[in-house]
T-cell receptor, first 113, second 115 residues
Framework: GENVEQHPSTLSVQEGDSAVIKCTYS??????FPWYKQELGKRPQLIID?????GEKKDQRIAVTLNKTAKHFSLHITETQPEDSAVYFC????????????FGSGTRLSIRP | GAVVSQHPSWVICKSGTSVKIECRSL??????MFWYRQFPKQSLMLMAT?????????EQGVEKDKFLINHASLTLSTLTVTSAHPEDSSFYIC???????????FGNGTRLTVT
C-alpha cells in the first residue's frame, strides 16, 4: 500500500549545526510534499512544502529537496536554534488527484546548547 | 487566514458512551476534511477523508460504524466515536485544505480519554 518512510526517528545536533531529515514515498503519482513541525501537545504546523514540478525550495533557514526519480525528499535546517527542537513530520499526497495526505513516522529533533 | 477550529479540546467519557468532535474551517470553505488519530509519540494516522455532501472514505482497518463522520457543510465536519472503549483513548485531530495540493491546516486536536 501507500506509505511514507522517514529517518531518523531521533536526531540530536549541536546548536548552530545543520539537521537533515529524509523521507521516501511509494506512490509515483504523489505530487505534493509538505513538512510539519509539532511541539508537545500542540497541533502540527506547516513549515514548508514542495510540489513535484520543483526540485528545491528554500525559506530562510529551512530548505526542502525533492528527487522524484528516486522518490526521496529531504528537509534541511541550517544554523539550528533551541526553538527548532520539536517533532518533524514529512508527508506526501496520494494519487494524481491528491485525494489524501499521509505522514511519515516523525523525527524528534533535539538541539543541544 | 486558514483557521481550523476543533471542539472540544479534551473529553473524558465512560465506556459505552458516544462522543462527538466538531471541526470547523473558520475563514475558508473546505470541500474535504481529514480526520487523523495520534497515539503518544507516534505519527498521525489517517482515519478517514470527509467530503462535503457525500459519504466519508475510511482507511483500511478503521470501522466506519464506530467512527461516524458527517460533513454537512463546507465548513463543518463531525466525528462521532460510538460506544467508546478505553482503547479508543487517543488524540484525534482534524484538518482541512482549500483544495488539491494545498496545505493542510490542523485543528487543535481533541484528547479523548475513555474510562
Amino acid at each position: 500500500g501507500e506509505n511514507v518512510e522517514q529517518h531518523p526517528s531521533t536526531l540530536s545536533v549541536q546548536e548552530g549545526d545543520s539537521a537533515v531529515i529524509k523521507c521516501t514515498y511509494s506512490d509515483s503519482a504523489s505530487n505534493y510534499f509538505p513538512w510539519y513541525k509539532q511541539e508537545l501537545g500542540k497541533r502540527p504546523q506547516l513549515i514548508i512544502d514542495i510540489r513535484s514540478n520543483v526540485g528545491e525550495k528554500k525559506d530562510q533557514r529551512i530548505a526542502v529537496t525533492l528527487n522524484k526519480t528516486a522518490k526521496h525528499f529531504s528537509l534541511h535546517i541550517t544554523e539550528t536554534q533551541p526553538e527548532d527542537s520539536a517533532v518533524y513530520f514529512c508527508a506526501a499526497s496520494i494519487g494524481s488527484s491528491a485525494s489524501k495526505i499521509i505522514f511519515g513516522s516523525g523525527t524528534r529533533l533535539s538541539i543541544r546548547p | 487566514g486558514a483557521v481550523v477550529s476543533q471542539h472540544p479540546s479534551w473529553v473524558i467519557c465512560k465506556s459505552g458512551t458516544s462522543v462527538k468532535i466538531e471541526c470547523r474551517s473558520l475563514d475558508f470553505q473546505a470541500t474535504t476534511m481529514f480526520w487523523y488519530r495520534q497515539f503518544p509519540k507516534q505519527s498521525l494516522m489517517l482515519m478517514a477523508t470527509s467530503n462535503e455532501g457525500s459519504k466519508a472514505t475510511y482507511e483500511q482497518g478503521v470501522e466506519k460504524d464506530k467512527f461516524l463522520i458527517n460533513h454537512a457543510s463546507l465548513t463543518l465536519s463531525t466525528l462521532t466515536v460510538t460506544s467508546a472503549h478505553p482503547e479508543d483513548s487517543s488524540f484525534y485531530i482534524c484538518s482541512a485544505s482549500r483544495g488539491m495540493n494545498s496545505p493542510l491546516h490542523f485543528g487543535n486536536g481533541t484528547r479523548l480519554t475513555v474510562t
